[in-house]
């Protein structure tokens, strides 16, 4: 009898845990927030903006995630010159923090490009997409010379990008100046080779760790983001 109940319990026990609810990633953004950046590209101190927008939060294959979307344009006189329009949708799970899938849009004048990314968890168990990897660092705890390191799938890419925090250093925005922890990734391809240089971004120390500022040195020309707007 004592021999049967230990077994009846424990059988219990591992239902429990099987049909225990999961539980959300605590996260300092929510379906609605809207943050907008003025970019800057070389010699052009505003080339563009870019607006990053947590659309939705819905279900999807069996699981809850966030919709969130990057827009990027350039200004109109630089349209004129260079007409580009980039676009970044992901759809990052609330209780893994980990993106389902990634969909990147660009159009150059007439030509269009859309490729899509669906993770494979067995295949790839922490791979990020780029702008998963923000947000996702926005729920990290950070600390003045944490190390972290998580793959990021690009263009059918993965890199590894290894992340160093350094000390909190005081950005200046249009709607005035905060805190900020300096971020700072890099980049390796499959053979070891750096991709980009002085890439920062800076996330701000206060609960709602915004992204404030982002600036890489690329093989084009140095591009940077500074957050102009938050709703």
Excluded: C
Aim: net charge positive; hydrophobic share 40%.
């Amino acid at each position: 009898m004592v021999r049967a109940t230990t077994v009846i319990g424990a059988g219990l026990l591992g239902l429990a845990s099987m049909t225990s609810p999961r539980t959300e990633r605590p996260v300092p953004f929510k379906v609605g927030e809207t943050l907008t950046y003025d970019v800057s590209w070389s010699s052009y101190v505003t080339a563009g903006t870019a607006v990053a927008t947590v659309e939705s939060k819905q279900p999807s294959r069996g699981s809850l995630v966030y919709r969130i979307v990057a827009d990027g344009r350039p200004l109109p006189l630089l349209a004129y010159l260079y007409a580009l329009h980039y676009r970044v949708d992901t759809l990052l799970d609330a209780y893994t923090l980990l993106p389902e899938r990634a969909t990147v849009q660009i159009e150059e004048g007439a030509r269009k490009r859309q490729r899509e990314t669906t993770f494979d968890r067995k295949a790839q168990p922490a791979a990020e997409d780029v702008l998963s990897a923000i947000y996702t660092l926005r729920a990290t705890p950070l600390a003045t010379g944490a190390r972290l390191t998580m793959p990021v799938v690009e263009n059918g890419v993965t890199y590894t990008v290894h992340i160093v925090v350094g000390s909190p250093e005081a950005v200046r925005t249009p709607f005035g100046t905060a805190t900020a922890w300096k971020v700072m990734p890099t980049a390796l391809d499959p053979k070891g080779q750096p991709a980009g240089k002085n890439i920062a971004l800076w996330i701000s120390t206060d609960a709602r760790r915004l992204p404030l500022k982002i600036q890489a040195d690329m093989p084009v020309g140095t591009f940077g983001l500074l957050l102009r707007e938050v709703r």
